[in-house]
T-cell receptor, first 115, second 108 residues
Framework: GAGVSQSPSNKVTEKGKDVELRCDPISGHTALYWYRQSLGQGLEFLIYFQGNSAPDKSGLPSDRFSAERTGGSVSTLTIQRTQQEDSAVYLC?????????????FGPGTRLTVL | GQQLNQSPQSMFIQEGEDVSMNCTSSSIFNTWLWYKQDPGEGPVLLIALYKAGELTSNGRLTAQFGITRKDSFLNISASIPSDVGIYFCAGTGNQFYFGTGTSLTVIP
C-alpha cells in the first residue's frame, strides 16, 4: 500500500532562491505534519494541518516559511529566499487525526542543501 | 516549545548487550510513543503507551509509561546490528512533541 511520499528526495539550491517541497499523505489521513531535522539532531516541529486548516503555525522559523494544503490531501512547504541555515531534511508525516495518540506515519524526507 | 529530554544522547554497545534509554518531560502527556529512524529514512513507530504505569513489549523491545506521565523508558534486549539507528520518544497531549533522540551504534 502507498505510504507517505515526498518530493523531491533531494534538492540543492542557491542561497536566495525559493524552494517548494511536496508531501502526499496516506489517503484518508486528515492530519498532516511538517518537521525539520538538521544533521544529527532531533525533529523540529514546523506546522500541522487538520484538513486544510493549520491551527498551529508557531513552529515556522520565520516568515520565509509557509505551507498550504489543498483538498485535504497534498501539502506544499515553501521556503522563500533560502539561507544556508535552512539546509536540513524536511520530513512530512500524516495520521488519522490529532486527538492524541494516533500514530504518525512518516515520509522519507526531502534533503535540502542551500549553497 | 515543549522539550522532551532523552538520555543518553548516544550509545555504542557490543552486539548481544541490552540497551536502556529514557525520556523525561516537565509536562504530563496522554500518550508516549517510541520511534526508530534508520539512516536516510523517516521515523517508524515501535511502541505506543497509553496508560500511566503501562509496560508494553514488542519482541525484544520493552517500554514503560511512567506513573507520573512525565517519563518513559525503552529497553532493547540482546541487541543486533540492525538495531542501529536513532530512537525518538514522543509525547502527545494536544500536539505531538518529539525528544532529542538517542543514537545507537551496535558493534558486531
Amino acid at each position: 500500500g502507498a505510504g507517505v511520499s515526498q518530493s523531491p528526495s533531494n534538492k540543492v539550491t542557491e542561497k536566495g532562491k525559493d524552494v517548494e517541497l511536496r508531501c502526499d499523505p496516506i489517503s484518508g489521513h486528515t492530519a498532516l505534519y511538517w518537521y525539520r531535522q538538521s544533521l544529527g539532531q532531533g525533529l523540529e516541529f514546523l506546522i500541522y494541518f487538520q484538513g486544510n486548516s493549520a491551527p498551529d503555525k508557531s513552529g515556522l522559523p520565520s516568515d520565509r516559511f509557509s505551507a498550504e494544503r489543498t483538498g485535504g490531501s497534498v501539502s506544499t512547504l515553501t521556503i522563500q529566499r533560502t539561507q544556508q541555515e535552512d539546509s536540513a531534511v524536511y520530513l512530512c508525516a500524516s495520521s488519522f487525526g490529532t486527538s492524541g495518540g494516533e500514530e504518525q506515519f512518516f515520509g522519507p524526507g526531502t534533503r535540502l542543501t542551500v549553497l | 516549545g515543549q522539550q522532551l529530554n532523552q538520555s543518553p544522547q548516544s550509545m555504542f554497545i557490543q552486539e548481544g548487550e541490552d540497551v536502556s534509554m529514557n525520556c523525561t518531560s516537565s509536562s504530563i502527556f496522554n500518550t508516549w510513543l517510541w520511534y526508530k529512524q534508520d539512516p536516510g529514512e523517516g521515523p517508524v513507530l515501535l511502541i505506543a503507551l497509553y496508560k500511566a504505569g503501562e509496560l508494553t513489549s514488542n519482541g525484544r523491545l520493552t517500554a514503560q509509561f511512567g506513573i507520573t506521565r512525565k517519563d518513559s523508558f525503552l529497553n532493547i534486549s540482546a541487541s543486533i546490528p540492525s538495531d542501529v539507528g536513532i530512537y525518538f520518544c514522543a509525547g502527545t497531549g494536544n500536539q505531538f512533541y518529539f525528544g532529542t533522540g538517542t543514537s545507537l551504534t551496535v558493534i558486531p
